[in-house]
């Protein structure tokens, strides 16, 4: 049986008069029921990714205000024949076609509930220590602290890629292990359960010209790997060349664009989105569910600290969830509330999913109690009603009915007990209680319907109930990071060759990140030994103790002698001196800065050399003196201190180290700016390890902002995520060092 709610009845019009949603105002309906003979109705304002609220004027920009005046009851009979009327109009306009949601192959993308896009830096996932993929160790804390998930987004790109010429395809390569290494970690999540999907976006045109498309790079990808989905960040809708691609390896995949809005037509080769949530009072329907209700939204809010509202627009809607707490290297966890929310629905959800694809679901069923919404997912022989409770107080007492039918049993899902509803004129009426900005879940159950084949999940969801969720901390906290120690050096006295003396003083260290994301929020770039939090602006007042510096970068040529004194081959090699020949510098090379290496091979170099890594304020002591200067020549830009900016896709040599002489510091420091990155200090947390680069590079692709962006200012510096050296190294970082020197 369904028991759908398909309109207000005659006995259905006490509820409306006594419905406290009924809050004062009344509001002309905005979609009026179409007239028999013409059907003729207002057409409604849908160019978003919502479709309009009961009782909201169609183009009416501020949805949220006044929202709490508005009568659902009411407005909700008409809005739904609007907006049936509209949906087979607009789904004829597209010239719909649902082969694709009828494929066997690809019907796991129908009960994909819990979705998580994963950096692979993050520690859980990857062992920079035993240099060996976890896959194990981050499932089980997913599975730990709120249920597992079902598929995960590999992201290895974004905010690493432009800070050479290397293209999205190539970061794949250069993941531990390389394809093969990442076709095993594809196979490990499959051995748990848990379906891939790889990164494609459009925006990347700046860095290395691949000579082929991305659809048919990705597809390929996918296919050899085994990654079941492809997800298209900032794609409005993954064009159907990447369907056809993808038809064309054999290999079929999920497309996964993200919806901003996604084009409607795109629905048909689409089979899923990703995208935000409405955080209205008045909880919003998903446009593409009510188009296809097979189409599932993983909704992410990648920066919520309290993930209710989206909580609550999954649960009414029935799409799934984005659990994304790796925020490109800053750590943002579900707080232990949101974690057993997202528990609870998904343990639902998992459950019923083939009722929460209805095409007859009916939203805005009609409830009694101010600020509750419900849901009705028909099947069969079986009948879902998902509710939500969006006051900041606890509801009790009637909150639903719905058309009773002879036999039928009732229970309630979300305390998985059963449930006696008082009968009236035909309707169940249902007397719950929900906690505040709470969730109730109703199951009816035909007749001939077995009962038994509930009874796991009834357990489940009771043990699960006996802790409100009110019970669980909602606080949130920063993720503490440190700084990896740096260990002094023999101290002496005299500079050794190439070093220049930095003299003791008084200095105002003073730096910010350039981090694309994050705004200023807590957890934002680094955390110094003197700070609680990581954060993004930084300011301390220093006692500089005296060292001594390379006055220019360490080169090719001074490397090679270190290569030559002691054979050093790092144990993970790829891309190590990747544009040396046969282990030496090309010719014509041996002043350039090193680069290409990564940092175990720098701290390598410096332990052989007596010397090591500047702290970061050292780096900018010796580069900006103690006036604060923006740049090391002073604070005017001056072209002719730097080498010219490249530009293209393709990654040129860099400048010798000595070419600049303008570019000089007050200590008289070169070639510190606009040449190479330098690698100063490492910072890590649980997650996530990063380091601070300084000086910028003459290497800055065009066509996105997203790329690396560029530090050339001595008050800026770039947070480059770590892994593992493969993926590390890179053709515009270099270093130099520093000894200590002995005091007086």
């Known amino acids: 049986m369904s028991g759908a709610v398909t309109g207000q009845t005659k006995e259905q019009t006490s509820l409306s008069t006594k419905n406290s949603n009924n809050q004062g105002n ?7 029921a179409p007239n028999p003979q013409t059907s003729e109705y207002v057409q409604p304002h849908t160019l978003g990714i919502h479709l309009p609220t009961p009782g909201n004027m169609p183009a009416w920009p501020f949805q949220n205000i006044g929202q709490w005046r508005i ?27 649902d082969a694709q949601y009828q494929r066997q192959d690809l019907l796991w993308s129908q009960s994909n509930y819990v979705h998580a896009q994963m950096m692979v830096e993050d520690r859980y996932f990857y062992d920079p220590i035993s240099g060996a993929y976890t896959v194990d ?35 794949a390569s250069e993941l531990p292990g390389g394809v093969e290494g990442l076709k095993k970690v594809v196979a490990d999540f499959h051995r748990r359960g848990v379906r891939v999907f790889l990164p494609t976006m459009p925006w990347d045109n700046g860095t290395r010209d691949s000579g082929i498309s991305d659809w048919k790079a990705i597809t390929e990808l996918a296919a050899e790997v085994k990654a079941d989905g492809i997800n298209g960040d900032t794609y409005y809708s993954l064009p159907k060349v990447f369907r056809d691609a993808s038809a064309a390896t054999g290999h079929p995949v999920i497309l996964q664009p993200e919806t901003w809005p996604i084009a409607d037509d795109a629905l048909i080769w689409n089979n899923q989105s990703w995208g935000k949530a409405s955080t209205s009072v008045v909880p919003a329907v998903s446009k593409l569910k009510w188009l296809e209700s097979r189409h599932l939204t993983n909704v992410e809010n990648r920066w919520a600290r309290d993930r209710t509202d989206d909580f609550h627009y999954i649960f009414f809607n029935g799409h799934g969830y984005n659990a994304w707490e790796n925020v490109w290297g800053i750590w ?5 509330r949101d974690g057993e929310t997202l528990r609870r629905i998904a343990t639902l959800f998992r459950k019923f999913n083939t009722l929460l694809v209805s095409p007859d679901w009916e939203p805005y069923v009609p409830t009694y109690q101010q600020g509750v919404f419900a849901t009705e997912f028909p099947g069969e022989n079986a009948t879902l009603w998902t509710i939500v409770n969006r006051n900041e107080y606890d509801v ?14 009732y229970f309630d899902l979300w305390n998985g007990s059963g449930l006696e509803p008082r009968m009236q004129g035909g309707k169940a009426i249902f007397n719950l209680e ?12 035909a007749a001939m319907q077995d009962a038994n084949q509930y009874s796991d999940i009834l357990a489940r969801m009771k043990k699960l109930s006996e802790v409100p969720l009110q019970s669980y901390s909602s606080g949130w906290k920063a993720l503490p990071q440190e700084m990896v120690a740096i260990a002094p050096t023999p101290a002496v006295s005299e500079p050794p060759p190439g070093m220049i003396a930095i003299p003791a003083a008084d200095f105002d260290f003073h730096v910010g990140g350039i981090e694309v994301e994050g705004y200023m929020w807590e957890g934002v770039d680094f955390q110094y030994p003197w700070e609680k939090s990581p954060r993004r602006s930084h300011h301390q007042h220093m006692s500089m103790n005296p060292f001594y ?8 040529a001074d490397y090679l002698k270190f290569i030559e004194a002691t054979d050093y081959r790092p144990q993970d090699d790829h891309n190590f001196l990747r544009d040396w020949k046969d282990r030496k510098p090309q010719v014509g090379w041996g002043n350039k800065p090193v ?9 390598a170099y410096a332990l052989w050399a007596g010397k090591r890594l500047p702290h970061e304020w050292e780096w900018q002591y010796a580069a900006q003196g103690t006036d604060g200067r923006l740049f090391p020549w002073g604070n005017d830009w001056k072209s002719a201190a730097v080498p010219e900016i490249n530009d293209s896709r393709k990654l040129l040599p860099a400048a010798d180290v000595d070419a600049h002489p303008a570019g000089a510091s007050p200590f008289g420091v070169m070639d510190l700016v606009g040449n190479v990155w330098h690698w100063t200090d490492e910072f890590m947390d649980e997650h996530t390890r990063a380091a601070a680069l300084r000086g910028g590079s003459s290497y800055q692709p065009l066509t996105s902002h997203w790329y690396f962006p560029q530090a050339y200012q001595l008050d800026q510096h770039g947070k480059y995520l770590l892994m593992a050296p493969c993926k590390d190294r890179s053709g515009m970082v270099g270093f130099r060092c520093v000894v200590d020197l002995k005091g007086e």
């Open 396 to 409: 009790r007492g009637d909150l639903i009915e719905v058309n009773h039918h002879e036999g039928a049993r």
């Open 137 to 171: 160790r981050y499932l089980d804390d997913l599975e730990q602290r709120y249920g597992g998930i079902d598929s995960v987004l590999l992201w290895y790109i974004y905010p690493n890629i432009g800070i050479d010429d290397r293209n999205q395809f190539d970061l």
């Open 71 to 97: 009568d659902v009851n009411e407005s909700v009979d008409a809005w739904r024949r609007g907006m049936k009327i509209w949906r087979n109009e607009h789904l004829k306009r597209m010239g719909y076609d």
């Open 595 to 603: 680069t290409w290496v990564s940092f175990e091979d720098v701290r």
């Open 549 to 556: 510096i390379d006055r220019y970068p360490v080169t090719n």
């Open 26 to 32: 009344k509001r002309s309906t905005v979609i009026p």
């Open 332 to 336: 943002n966890q579900l707080t232990p």
């Open 434 to 445: 929900l906690e505040r900005r709470g969730f109730g879940a109703v199951l009816s159950l």
